[in-house]
């Protein structure tokens, strides 16, 4: 799946809507424009459970008690890159990605694309830096 362009990180989260906070959401992260969706796979139980929350006056829940692997496997055919951990693989996976379409762009001579994948690099490469300078400081 794609947003801005890059390729979307699947994640189990938390998420926000409406009054309700709902746990253990299958989820759809961009790295560069940080836009977040349901996985297409559970957003129909997701509304579904938000619908029964808001409508019970419940102010938090979760979608499933517990996610079964196979679940997870599934949800992991719809996305390039899926984060049970440490971010940093994903974002070194997504900066190669962005420099095999630049480089494509660049056989195409699309300048336009170009810029936009360039910017997405600097996104990327930043969002790296940062979480490595973490990693640095907490040792």
């Avoid at 699947?10 to 759809?28: C, D, E, M, W, Y």
């Avoid at 829940?61 to 984060?83: C, G, H, M, N």
């Avoid at 600097?122 to 300078?133: A, F, N, P």
Wanted: glycine share 4%; net charge negative; with cysteine.
């Amino acid at each position: 799946m794609y947003c801005c362009g890059a390729t979307m990180i699947g994640a189990i989260g938390s998420l926000r809507k409406q009054t309700v906070f709902v746990h253990n959401v299958p989820l759809l992260y961009c790295p560069v424009c940080h836009e977040i969706e349901v996985h297409t796979a559970v957003k129909e139980e997701f509304d579904l459970v938000v619908q029964y929350a808001v409508e019970d006056g419940v102010k938090e829940t979760t979608l499933r008690e517990q996610i079964a692997p196979d679940l997870i496997e599934e949800w992991k055919e719809y996305v390039v890159s899926f984060q049970e951990g440490d971010l940093e693989p994903i974002l070194r996976e997504q900066i190669d990605y962005a420099l095999d379409l630049l480089s494509a762009s660049k056989q195409l001579s699309d300048s336009e694309w170009g810029e936009e994948l360039k910017n997405r690099l600097k996104v990327l490469t930043s969002r790296l830096k940062r979480l490595e300078e973490q990693k640095e400081s907490s040792i």
